[in-house]
């Protein structure tokens, strides 16, 4: 029986077999059988989804629905990070985070905060004083201790895990140049995460970064985690966002990640996953914000609809994907889709603005796309 099958009628055959009706050994297999994403994952590891604003305001009544049925964790998108929610040095925008980490209170999810110390949409603010000069190594410090312990401080008891530094590398493994590094020096990376424990001791403390696939990149983040564990420094896991494409990278590259993450006996959790089948420009990095192009011909092909034989290659990476997952589940403890249906995907507008991406589980009209079922099947294995 297939799942949607499952997904459909399995309540029907359940009624059935609590009535006068003995029930068939397919009717009682009904009632094992798992209905939903979290449902089926329960064994393997969290299950969710990066929401956006409409969704933490209720916007989308669809997606909220779905968000519900399919899933145990959630991640903010876009509303818990630095120019978001601090624009200014004294000016704090909670609105959006609080209706987040409401729903999650609510309904019950392993709730994420991403992100706590990030180069990009960090407020211009921050890194200058009133005069517009860049601020020395202690004013700068002063100013992240204050925000984490602002913000984390907030949400404490109410945010399981915080991804406490996102994208500190370069694909080549050295530190990313940014101005965290150039005006506080490395100790920024040992500093926010004191501040974050200090700010919630509780809460689950991450590194969180893109293309951790790559070999030298890998290395680096083993050497990033490592050294804070010397100091005695507490990280609880290392974030690998699934940015991948349909053909790469390969399996035995994450698989080789997935165990050297594992090996430093941090949890490993597979953030922001989608799968990109757009034609990219050949330079494209791994999920580099900065790194846009002008729309140009001949990279929207589906414009007017996804062809089957592309669903069905969506359908079989995913399916590679999560026997992965699977495999590792003692490794893996949370799987994070970046975002709910095709429609919210950040790949409609990066690195091109005006796509139409097909990145997820769920299509325009929140239904269930072949590759759902895959992951369902991976996963129940
Ligand atoms: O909210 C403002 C809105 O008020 C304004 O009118 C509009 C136009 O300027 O911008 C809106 O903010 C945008 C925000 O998304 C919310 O839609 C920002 O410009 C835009 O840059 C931001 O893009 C996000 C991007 O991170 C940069 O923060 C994407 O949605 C989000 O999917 C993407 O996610 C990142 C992860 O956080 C880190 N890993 C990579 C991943 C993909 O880049």
Known sequence: MSVFYKKRFAPLLLLACTGAYSCSSSEQAAEETPTSLKEAAEGDFYIGAALNYDQVYGREEEAVALIKEEFNTISPENMLKMGPIHPEQNVYNFEPADKYVAFGEENDMFTIGHTLVWHSQAPDWIFVDKEGNTVGRDTLLQRMEDHIATVAGRYKGKIDGWDVVNEALEDDGSLRQTKWLEIIGEEYLQKAFEFAKEADPEAELYYNDYSLWKPAKREAAVHLVKNLQEKGIQVDG??????????????????????????????????????????????????????????????????????????QKLTRRYADLFELFHKHRDKISRVTFWGVADKHSWLNDWPMEGRRSYPLLFDRDYQPKPAYEAVMEAVSE
């Not at 002008?294 to 609809?305: K, T």
């Open 238 to 311: 290392v974030g690998m966002q699934g940015h991948y494409g349909i053909d790469y990278p390969s399996l035995e590259d994450i698989e080789a990640s997935i165990n050297a993450f594992a090996d430093l006996g941090v949890k490993v959790m597979i953030t922001e996953l989608d799968v990109d089948l757009l034609p990219n420009p050949s330079n494209r990095q791994g999920a580099d914000i900065a790194m846009t192009f002008e729309p140009q011909e001949g990279f929207n092909p589906y414009a007017e609809g996804l062809p089957d034989s592309v669903q």
